[in-house]
């Protein structure tokens, strides 16, 4: 009984795409997906004339890339927005501006921020004050 069944789901049709649906489904470009198959980030199959790419190997693909979101520095989040920590660009969406104003405010000390490897942590607490003071905003309601 086992082995029908192994043999019906063997037998089911495989939904493939190609290089460039791929690269649409995702968002990126299709150099992005032969560099994602090229370091084995991406399974996929030379097909005759091109590549051919699983659904489900996509997929998976897209829930294991990198994301800056889920960077770590010393084993912890970087990012945690539960404990109130944030991105420069999480801060200038949060504010409304420029990651380049963001950038420049911590680098005159307008607005505190720790660098943590190589990517700059703001918490919420100093969002809110940089805000209230430099940009008379109340931030309340947007976190």
Known sequence: MNT???TSLDQRPRKVVSITEAARINGVTRQAIYVAIKQSKLKANKGLKTWEIN?????EYRR????RTKSTYKGQLLFDN???FYS??????ILGVEAQKIYYATRVGALKASRKGAAWVIHID?????????LNMSLQKAV
């Open 4 to 6: 029908e069944n192994k």
């Open 55 to 59: 659904i489900e190997d996509l997929e």
């Open 64 to 67: 294991n890339r990198y994301s």
């Open 82 to 84: 539960s404990k109130g």
């Open 88 to 93: 420069v660009n999480q801060v200038s969406k």
């Open 126 to 134: 100093d969002v809110k004050e940089y805000g209230e003071k430099h």
